[in-house]
DNA sequence: TTGTACGCGTTATCAA
DNA sequence: TTGATAACGCGTACAA
């Protein structure tokens, strides 16, 4: 192990020297500064970071907390946050939690072990109040979910506004049973996309079928989504369309209807919601509402790093969406 | 910031006995210990991992590499990586390096600035020969991919055999036109399953045809190997059945062959590689030579935690792989 | 059984 | 412009 004493001996300077010349910390003779450098190559010196860490009490990590990475959704998101971290001159390491709360803890302890500056959650059920604690004490950014009423900076969508986008696209093609498949969790997304549907529907003057509206797995599932439309189709008087709130759910949907006999988008429309990359395989290929995910990451990096050095930074950032739309869906015909 | 010394205070105790009491070294008084822990508690006390770090020379950090998160392929092998690090009482940190050169080696600096312990690499290229200055200085095991003639640990299954099984599955259908479909890398999975595929041909007294090979992206995706496909229905004779060497290519293959209006597996046979998570929503369901994901994980962190312990661990071990026959693939049929 | 004190490798202050 | 030196927080010989 090389350390910088070594390298002070080996260039024939102290070892102040050799971390100034490392650091660009005050003045130093450029003639040192180059003496210094060629041995700190030819001893392939590394500064150690638990030494550096100890002493500036920071230490150049970010955490990226993620429940599952099997979830296309989040791949732009953390591409998003480690080019933001890695402009910082900051690693972003990412913590597979796998929704489990004691995984998750155990990753936001780091941030009480000093072994990283801040995190970026990357899902949160609404009941996780113990957060709190984290985010009073430590800088904590959630993306793309958040907790309404708590002071922890969130970057997001309008996902209220994007859901009334997509019944206003639907309620436009003369859909009047529009279902909604959302999913069996707590996410301030899930609610407040539910929240747009059932205003829209109003606003249109449409009274809300309580049937009509039926639930995914957690997770989104694909093979959650699958039933939850069948059950769907299974209804005395079926949807003519299908407003679901994950694309993953929605190719479960497609599936199901083609099974089912019917083609999609001449005999039922469905809809997706992040447009994912996976979109391209699925045929019919799915109409969607598009999240910006690599921005998303972005400006929840760059929120975190405020947060980290101490400037301002708003609490609540909310991104751009659009619609995207494509094969999955079309004007509602009579059937024959 | 509370530290040990504040421990120590509040217990009425010194700092040496609260770390006796926290790391249960040496002989303690049960009382005394009880005492340290309330303090502990009502201190929302943690010790400083970088003081500790520096202290101890080592980190209880494995990182990760991964060129992708997009690739389901990799889910399964990253929670078998973390179940494992868990169990030996470490954090595994996933790095998203984008099949980026300086980003990679960014990412194995860290081992050399003590900051994790070891590292398990995702995917190498063949040409990555620079990795061997870091295997020999720090451990390093290579998951599903290895550098053939260098003395680095790895773990995959065997891809030779593995293409055999395939081939001798597609020969047995009485398929004779058989296509390969590749990807333009140089992994040695890539050229192992091209060799298998040839020597089978040759080993059925088949001569293989130099247009029946084609190659699909770097990274398999799907668009690419869509466009392989088109490429192959296009040939003056075309193949009865084509080979992917992924899963995400065969879905192309599958799109390519629905579109130029055959069907899958009447017309022609797809088969796919790995078995992916995403294979329950491609209709037909893709026949594949399934990898034992999760198991290549664990198998990747227990040869890291021995080399890391300095504990004796093969260099090779290779795991067993199975072919799972689903919907697209089927006996050769006679065109009409 | 417990406490004192040194050192891990840095950075940064202060004096030269 | 440089060097000596005191922290940073912890673990552990060694002494008590």
């Keep these: 192990m090389t350390t910088i004493s070594d390298v002070a001996t080996h260039a024939g300077v102290s070892i102040a020297t050799v971390s100034r010349a490392l650091s660009n910390y005050g003045r130093i003779n450029p003639t040192t500064r180059e003496k210094v450098l060629t041995s700190v190559g030819a001893l392939h010196y590394s500064p150690n970071r638990s030494a550096r860490n100890l002493r500036r009490n920071q230490t150049g990590v970010i955490l990226i907390l993620t429940p599952n990475m099997t979830n296309p959704y989040y791949a732009s998101i953390l591409t998003g946050i480690s080019d933001t971290a890695t402009l910082h001159g900051s690693a972003a390491f990412i913590c597979n939690t796998l929704d489990d ?19 970026i959650l990357l899902s949160t059920d609404t009941d996780s109040t113990w957060l709190d604690d984290y985010a009073a004490d430590f800088p904590l950014v959630l993306c793309s979910e958040f907790l309404p009423g708590h002071d922890i900076a969130h970057v997001s969508i309008d996902n209220r506004a994007a859901s009334c986008d997509v019944m206003r696209y639907l309620l436009g093609l003369e859909h009047t049973r529009i279902a909604h498949l959302s999913a069996d969790n707590t996410y301030q997304s899930t609610l407040d996309r539910l929240a747009g549907y059932r205003e829209s529907l109003i606003a249109a003057g449409i009274t809300p079928v309580p049937e009509y509206v039926v639930y995914g797995s957690p997770d989104y599932s694909f093979s959650s989504g699958k039933a939850a439309a069948q059950a769907l189709l299974d209804l005395s008087e079926p949807p003519t369309a299908i407003f679901c709130i994950s694309d993953t759910l929605a190719m479960g949907a497609v599936v199901a209807a083609q099974e089912a006999g019917l083609r999609v988008p001449d005999d039922i429309s469905i809809t997706g919601f992040d447009d994912v990359a996976v979109n391209e395989v699925i045929r019919p290929q799915l109409t969607t509402l598009a999240q910006p995910c690599y921005a998303l990451g972005v400006t929840s990096a760059t929120a975190l790093f405020a947060l980290i050095g101490h400037e301002p930074t708003p609490l609540e950032h909310v991104l751009d969406h659009h619609l995207v739309i494509r094969q999955s869906s079309g004007i509602k015909t009579v059937r024959v």
Tied chains: 1, 2.
Excluded: F, N, Y
């Design 101 to 119: 709360q004691d995984r998750t803890i155990a990753a936001l302890d780091r941030l009480r072990q000093h072994q990283a500056d801040g995190a």
